[in-house]
């Protein structure tokens, strides 16, 4: 039974990703932009072409989830010696357009999705990819303050 609940974990890490992406983690992959990103889900630790970022909230939600489903399984989390999951990201055809007094911003992510968990007996690994639209002009604006008036932002231009 441990083995088949595990395998579904890693499973749904990717689904979630390619469904039901989070705002906040949408508008993080368009201001880093195309590349490897790796979290971290027992951590929160999460990389971006190896760099150090902020924590992804997939990270908490993941790590919230996980634990109900370890509990209603009866599966020790002590068993559970790693949860990552890497994206690779395409980011493309970002844009910001205004209309009455709005600003909306949305760009077209492409996902590779692998996600493994290691427990005390065996790796266990998930693989999917797809793609997504997405606006995120609230998301954005809740995290950095303000959305650029040019995109891709430049590096010394402040939020």
């Known amino acids: 039974m441990r083995r088949k609940v595990i395998k579904e974990f890693v499973n749904s890490f ?3 990703i390619l469904d039901l992406p989070d705002g906040y983690d949408l508008a993080c992959f368009a ?7 790796k ?9 971006h ?3 150090s970022i902020p924590s992804l ?6 790590q919230k989830w996980m634990d109900q489903q370890l ?3 009866r599966i020790e989390r002590a068993g559970i010696l790693e949860a990552i999951v890497r994206i690779q990201i395409e980011v493309k055809d970002v844009s910001l357009r205004s209309s009455f007094g709005h600003r909306f911003a949305s ?5 590779r999705c692998q996600s493994e968990i290691k427990t005390d007996e065996k790796s ?4 999917m990819h797809g793609d997504k639209e997405w606006g995120f002009d609230w998301f954005y604006e809740q995290q950095y303050g303000a959305l650029p008036d040019v995109w891709p932002p430049t590096a010394n231009q402040t939020f």
């Open 14 to 16: 990717c689904q979630r």
């Open 31 to 37: 201001r880093y932009g195309t590349g490897t990103y």
């Open 49 to 51: 072409n190896g760099n």
């Open 124 to 127: 266990y690994v998930g693989q």
């Open 71 to 73: 509990g209603k399984h």
């Open 107 to 111: 760009a077209h992510f492409f996902f």
């Open 57 to 62: 909230r997939l990270c908490e939600i993941y």
């Open 39 to 47: 979290a971290n889900i027992l951590t929160g630790d999460c990389s």
